[in-house]
């Protein structure tokens, strides 16, 4: 009998199915936390880490204390003069891989009927190690974030995405039927324990500019032809990730919702049932964020779509 293969794919989807089902019951999620979290780095390439390698990651920062955001893998850590010390245990990040099709005995099909070898993008999985596991490096010293600056960068990204942002009634939604996203005024916003008044407006903002994006003309997610029914569940789920994606990116607090104990109830009835489910929503998320980051190099909105944006300090009645 062949020895039982090591899933990746469900081994994460147990650790974060654990997580959700803790987040019920407590108040929030890892990204949930004080002063906020920023996206994971490499230490040698100096990338940001993307899709599911930003969870996993930041999984093992909350669970272990680690501060810093930086991480690599044991030869990473060497070739920058580092040595990760005796008795570490390693996280783990996701990468795939294309490799030849293989039948049940573990021989390689010969063809994939069309003249060539078949193959198979899997998934493998790489152990990587914190800053704060090594000797001999000292991390980068980030400065604190400035809210006044954070704040700024966030209103510029709204405005260059090209979105349709109206202000006004008591909900937060987006709206295919207008192409537009449909906000309270800042005014309405109050802080939580991890966040201020204005990060709690950014925070439901970058959700509904999550949502924004599925729309055909940019992301044009299709969630529907793969989870049925669960879509809705799904593109919650990826709206909630690309907000914390993007409060990590620009240094914002990410806040929870006050609703959000229902929506972790239908996301652990998904991830239950499909142990890739959280791997396509953070790669659908992290496609968004990258839409709307500004550093990113893709189509935005034409330019004669105009963003109508209010600066949280006017608070101001419509």
């Known amino acids: 009998m062949a020895a039982s293969r090591f899933d990746i ?3 994460i989807t147990n650790q974060i199915i654990g997580m959700l089902a803790e987040a019920k019951r407590t108040t ?15 230490v040698l390439t100096g990338k940001a880490y993307r ?33 990760v010390r005796k008795g570490e245990k390693a996280a783990f990040i996701v990468f795939y891989r294309d490799v030849p099709c293989t039948d049940d005995s573990g021989s390689n099909d010969d063809d994939n009927g069309e003249g060539g070898r078949a193959r198979a993008v ?10 704060e596991q090594v000797d001999s490096y000292c991390p980068p010293i980030t400065a604190p974030t400035d809210p006044v600056v954070a704040h700024a960068q966030a209103e510029q990204l ?12 008591d909900r937060a939604y987006y709206t295919t039927a207008t192409d537009s996203i449909h906000m309270p005024w ?34 044009n997610r299709q969630l529907g032809r793969r989870f049925g029914l669960d879509a809705y569940a799904m593109e919650e789920l990826v709206a909630e990730l ?5 409060s990590a990116d620009l240094g914002v607090a990410a806040s929870p919702r006050a609703d959000h104990a229902h ?13 890739r489910a959280i791997f396509a929503a953070a790669s659908k998320a992290s496609a968004a964020a990258d839409f709307l980051m500004p550093s990113q190099n893709v189509p935005r909105q034409p330019a004669n779509t105009t963003a109508v944006v209010h600066r949280p300090d006017q608070m101001g009645t419509p």
């Open 9 to 11: 794919h469900e081994q």
């Open 28 to 42: 929030g999620l890892p990204w949930h936390t004080a002063g906020g979290l920023r996206r994971p780095i490499n």
């Open 51 to 83: 899709g599911i390698n930003i969870l996993t990651l930041w999984m093992a920062a909350t669970q272990h204390g680690y501060q810093s955001g930086r991480w690599g893998t044991y030869r990473q850590w060497a070739e920058v003069g580092a040595q």
């Open 122 to 131: 899997v998934a493998r999985a790489s152990p990587v190690f914190a800053a």
């Open 158 to 169: 709204v405005a260059r995405s090209g979105a349709t942002v109206v202000h006004g009634g």
């Open 186 to 219: 800042p005014a309405a916003f109050i802080g939580t324990p991890t966040s201020s008044p204005t990060e709690s407006y950014y925070a439901v903002l970058f959700h509904e500019l999550t949502h924004w994006t599925g729309h055909e003309t940019r992301c």
């Open 242 to 246: 690309g907000a914390a994606f993007l």
């Open 263 to 275: 929506y972790i109830a239908s996301w652990l009835d998904v991830l239950k049932r499909d142990k």
